[in-house]
């Protein structure tokens, strides 16, 4: 593995995880910034996170998305509208994929069939 590639751990952008869920809708994960020492550091905004997972016709899809609050109790009401941007946002994602997905089916040309004459039949020598 070569030096540029070698992942390495930014110990000046710590954060501790919490996760809490209501074992129903989802999970909010609390990221609380902290020192290289593991104290809290007050000088940078503790940041929430949301996760739901949605069943598609391919199975589960999880979704994440950030929730604006300052606390756990602001996150935990802000997680219904946050969630419900994410899951239109990524539903009009998966619609241009598919919209994609279809235009670059490739059509042949006008006059790539057969040479005219040869009535498209294999020939043996």
């Given at each position: 593995m070569?030096?540029?590639?070698?992942?390495?751990?930014?110990?000046s952008?710590l954060?501790?995880?919490?996760?809490?869920?209501?074992?129903?809708?989802?999970?909010?994960?609390?990221?609380?910034?902290?020192?290289?020492?593991g104290?809290t550091?007050?000088?940078?905004?503790?940041?929430?996170?949301?996760?739901?997972?949605v069943?598609?016709?391919?199975?589960?899809?999880?979704?994440?998305?950030?929730?604006?609050?300052?606390?756990?109790?602001?996150?935990?009401?802000?997680?219904a509208?946050?969630?419900k941007?994410a899951?239109?946002?990524?539903?009009?994602?998966?619609q241009?994929?598919?919209?994609?997905a279809?235009s670059?089916?490739?059509?042949?040309e006008?006059?790539?069939?057969?040479?005219?004459?040869?009535?498209?039949?294999?020939?043996?020598?």
């Amino acid at each position: 593995m070569n030096a540029a590639a070698e992942p390495t751990f930014d110990a000046s952008n710590l954060y501790r995880e919490d996760l809490f869920s209501d074992r129903r809708v989802g999970t909010i994960r609390q990221l609380t910034p902290v020192r290289a020492d593991g104290t809290t550091d007050p000088t940078r905004a503790i940041s929430f996170v949301g996760q739901i997972s949605v069943m598609t016709p391919m199975g589960t899809l999880p979704i994440t998305f950030e929730i604006d609050a300052t606390d756990l109790g602001g996150a935990a009401a802000g997680f219904a509208d946050a969630a419900k941007i994410a899951m239109d946002e990524t539903m009009r994602e998966l619609q241009q994929m598919r919209r994609e997905a279809a235009s670059s089916i490739i059509v042949p040309e006008t006059g790539a069939g057969p040479a005219p004459g040869a009535g498209g039949r294999i020939r043996i020598p």
